[in-house]
């Protein structure tokens, strides 16, 4: 039966999910921590092959300590609800089969790229998001705790500020804080 490998680019596993097993390393949780497996109710047997498998692959990934990954699982629920990627995951079909606001098709690798750029562009911005939860941050202050480079919790920054979930408090010294005003 084996792990389940199929979720790497199977046609038939849903694009929700394939975001899902994404956003999942970028936590470092770990995709093989997800299955999903499409099993008949009259394949009894094969189901308890899979649920066998899968809980052996479990027990050598070992024990999963969600206090460790408080901040990434917020993360994660934040970026999964964003508007933005929510829009995009409606929007595979128009966009493959219809195309984009000029009528020009979007092939499916490329589409493949939106969703991965775009999931890691949510779910950092959100772990930034988590961190200012804490209180006002500096830029490196914030890149030291997601474990992000500076120049791109500065570029996520910006975009948080945009959309009004971030704003600059005040002025530490010479070095500028910043606070969340996300709801």
Request: glycine letters at 8%; charged letters at 25%.
């Amino acid at each position: 039966m084996g792990e389940c490998h199929y979720l790497y680019g199977n046609a038939h596993v849903s694009k929700e999910m394939v975001v899902v097993a994404r956003l999942l390393d970028l936590a470092g949780i770990g995709r093989e921590r997800l299955c999903v497996r499409w099993v008949s109710a009259a394949e009894g047997q094969i189901f308890a092959d899979y649920v066998r498998a899968y809980s052996e692959q479990v027990a050598q990934l070992g024990p999963f300590d969600p206090d460790r990954f408080a901040r990434p699982l917020a993360a994660m629920e934040t970026a999964l609800l964003s508007p933005r990627l929510r829009w995009l995951m409606g929007m595979e079909i128009p966009l493959t089969r219809d195309g984009n606001v000029y009528g020009e098709p979007v092939d499916q690798d490329r589409y493949g790229q939106l969703l991965a750029t775009i999931s890691e562009d949510e779910y950092h911005g959100a772990l930034i998001l988590e961190v200012l939860k804490e209180g006002p941050q500096s830029v490196r202050e914030m890149a030291f705790k997601t474990g992000l480079a500076v120049h791109r919790v500065s570029i996520l920054l910006g975009e948080l500020e945009r959309r009004h979930q971030a704003a600059f408090q005040a002025f530490d010294g010479t070095t500028p804080r910043f606070v969340s005003i996300a709801a």
